[in-house]
């Protein structure tokens, strides 16, 4: 996941009003620890060595968390391979290569007189 992190940060592809689907782990009322999963928009992004951390602020209620980038399970309700591709990234953080466009031809200011 650090790879597609770092190819939609230089793309731009992650912002604030992305919604993000995350585990992170939670106090139950017994006090046990259990992992579960919440949507969150992102407030902001660092680096600790490869690894990319998220700080999130959750959608329904006031709770600010940290998550690494490995427990991102959705981006706006898609698989992160999914998202990546309405970007042109491939899964391996790389960039597509866009092909030929087809169809009818724009008319040119020139051919409209």
Request: charged share 30%; glycine share 6%.
């Amino acid at each position: 996941m650090n790879h597609l992190m770092k190819a939609m940060l230089d793309k731009k592809a992650l912002n604030s009003d992305t919604v993000i689907t995350a585990c992170h782990m939670v106090k139950d009322s017994t006090g046990r620890w259990l992992r579960r999963q919440d949507d969150f928009m992102m407030t902001s992004v660092s680096k600790h060595g490869d690894e990319y951390k998220l700080m999130l602020k959750q959608v329904i209620g006031n709770a600010a968390i940290c998550v690494w980038a490995r427990d991102v399970v959705a981006l706006d309700g898609m698989v992160p391979e999914r998202y990546v591709d309405v970007y042109d990234i491939n899964p391996d953080g790389s960039t597509k290569r866009v092909g030929k466009k087809r169809g009818r031809k724009p008319k040119t200011a020139e051919a409209v007189f």
